[in-house]
C-alpha cells in the first residue's frame, strides 16, 4: 500500500555526504577502503569461529552473531552510496529506500539486544564459572540469538510501513546518505508529531531494556572482580569486559542521539556525522575490538594460515 501510495510521486533524492565535501574522490576511496576493512574482518572472523572447534564457545557464538549484523549493517548503506556517487546520480527508488529501511531498522535493533545478550553471557562466566556450561548451552545460546533476531524484524516491520505511508509532498531531497527514519520523515508534508512521540517510547524501550540488562550485569561482574583474589584473573576478566563496554558505549550512545534527543538538537550535517560513525566504522572497529586482539582469535588464524607450524 505505501509503495503504491508514494510511487507517484517519483524516487527519492540522497544528498548525501559527498555533497559535504570539496573532495568527493578522495572520499569515495576512503569509505570503499573503510567497506573492504570491514567486509574482510568479520567475514575472516565468522570463518574462524566456524572452522576452528577452539572457538565453538557461547562468547564466539554470539561474536559470530555480531560480525554477521556488521558485515549486513554496511552492505546495506555503503554500496548503494558509493554506487550513486561513481554514477554521478543520487536516486534511490521508493521500494529501495524502504528496503534499506527496514533492514538498517532490522539489524540496528537485534545489535542492540545482542550486546545485552553478549553481556549476560559475561555475566554467566564470571559470577557463575561452575554452572557455566549448563546456563549457556547450545540451546540457550540459539534461543537468545533468536529472541535478537526477532525483536529486530519486529522493530523494521512496526516501524517501516507506518513511515513510508505518510505523504512526502515538501520535497523528495533526503538530506542523508541512507533512508533513516527521522531523515525520511522531515520531508513528509503532514503532522508526524503523534508518531514521532510513538517512535521515541519505542526506542526508549529498545534501548532501556537491554541497558538495563548490560548495567545489572556489569554491577555483578565488576563485584565479582573486586572479590577476586587473583590479580591474573581480575586483568582477563577485566580485559574480557572492557571491550564489550566500549562497543556498547559507542553504539548506544549514537543511537540515543539519533532516537531520543529533541529535533532542535539535531542537523543533517551532525545526523549524518553520527550515522557515518556508527554504521560505517562501527563495523570495522567491532572485529578489531572484540576479537582481533584476542589470543585464542589470533591463535586460531596463525593455525588456519600455516604460521608457526614445524617444518618437515
Not at 69 to 96: E, F, H, W
Not at 125 to 137: E, G, K
Not at 150 to 168: A, N, Y
Amino acid at each position: 500500500m505505501w509503495l503504491a501510495n508514494q510511487t507517484v510521486g517519483g524516487d527519492f533524492s540522497l544528498l548525501g555526504i559527498f555533497s559535504q565535501t570539496s573532495h568527493p574522490g578522495l572520499l569515495c576511496l576512503l569509505i570503499f577502503g573503510i567497506f573492504l576493512i570491514a567486509v574482510s574482518g568479520n567475514v575472516i572472523l565468522i570463518l574462524l569461529i566456524h572452522i576452528d572447534s577452539s572457538l565453538h564457545t557461547p562468547m564466539y557464538f554470539f561474536i559470530n552473531q555480531l560480525s554477521l549484523i556488521d558485515l549486513m549493517y554496511i552492505s546495506v548503506t555503503v554500496p548503494k552510496m558509493l554506487v550513486n556517487q561513481l554514477a554521478k546520480v543520487r536516486t534511490i527508488s521508493v521500494l529501495g529506500c524502504g528496503t534499506q529501511m527496514y533492514f538498517y531498522l532490522l539489524l540496528g535493533g537485534s545489535e542492540y539486544c545482542l550486546l545485552a545478550a553478549m553481556a549476560y553471557d559475561r555475566y554467566v562466566a564470571i559470577c557463575h564459572p561452575l554452572r557455566y556450561s549448563v546456563l549457556m548451552n547450545h540451546k540457550v545460546c540459539l534461543l537468545l540469538a533468536s529472541c535478537c533476531w526477532l525483536v529486530g524484524s519486529l522493530d523494521g516491520f512496526m516501524l517501516t510501513p507506518i513511515t513510508m505511508t505518510f505523504p512526502f509532498c515538501r520535497s523528495h531531497e533526503i538530506q542523508h546518505f541512507f533512508c533513516e527514519v527521522p531523515a525520511v520523515l522531515k520531508l513528509s508534508c503532514s503532522d508526524t508529531s503523534l508518531y514521532e512521540i510513538f517512535m521515541y517510547v519505542c526506542c526508549v524501550l529498545m534501548l532501556l531494556i537491554p541497558v538495563t540488562v548490560i548495567s545489572g550485569s556489569y554491577y555483578f561482574i565488576l563485584l565479582t572482580i573486586h572479590r577476586m583474589n587473583s590479580a591474573q584473573g581480575q586483568k582477563k576478566a577485566f580485559t574480557t569486559c572492557s571491550s564489550h563496554i566500549m562497543v556498547v558505549s559507542v553504539f548506544y550512545g549514537a543511537a540515543m542521539y539519533n532516537y531520543m534527543l529533541p529535533s532542535s538538537y539535531h542537523t543533517p550535517e551532525k545526523d549524518m556525522m553520527v550515522s557515518f560513525f556508527y554504521t560505517i566504522f562501527t563495523p570495522v572497529l567491532n572485529p578489531i575490538i572484540y576479537s582481533f586482539r584476542n589470543k585464542d582469535v589470533t591463535g586460531a588464524l596463525k593455525k588456519m594460515l600455516g604460521v608457526g607450524k614445524a617444518p618437515y
